[in-house]
């Protein structure tokens, strides 16, 4: 299941503050800052989709995510992969690295990156 980009939005805010409350929610956006009940609204839908959960303090509610950045990234990744690359990494990476505008040092630390992993892989 994914988020809307709203929720994405959201979920950034929570990534950070890692528990927050409304009004936390609310002071880390920028201006013009959302209505309290649009992120209410789109809190609870990310509560029904299992993202967020929160605990109760009185009246308050304090939430935190459910899921980690990486992982939902790691799932985003992979399903553009798979459905735009013939699920192949190399279609994706070759259409990466030459649509990009990458520079020369960024492409050397991309370099380094897989070199790593490939000795990784060789243990």
């Known amino acids: ?40 609204t789109l809190l609870k839908r990310m509560i029904d989709k299992n993202f967020v959960a929160y605990n109760e303090f009185g009246n308050s509610r304090q939430y935190y995510p459910l899921v980690k950045k990486s992982d939902y990234f790691s799932k985003h990744v992979n399903g553009l992969i798979k459905n735009f690359f013939n699920d192949s990494a190399s279609q994706f990476a070759s259409f990466f690295t ?22 990784k892989k060789k243990k």
Not at 98 to 119: G, P, R
Request: avoid cysteine; proline fraction near 5%.
């Open 1 to 40: 299941m994914q988020l809307t980009n709203s929720e994405e939005q959201v979920m950034e805010h929570l990534w950070k503050l890692e528990k927050a409350f409304m009004k936390d929610l609310l002071e880390a956006f920028p201006e013009p800052k959302p209505a309290t009940t649009t992120v209410a």
């Open 98 to 119: 030459t649509s990009t505008n990458l520079s020369e040092k960024e492409l050397e630390d991309l370099k380094k990156i897989i070199d790593v992993e490939l000795q």
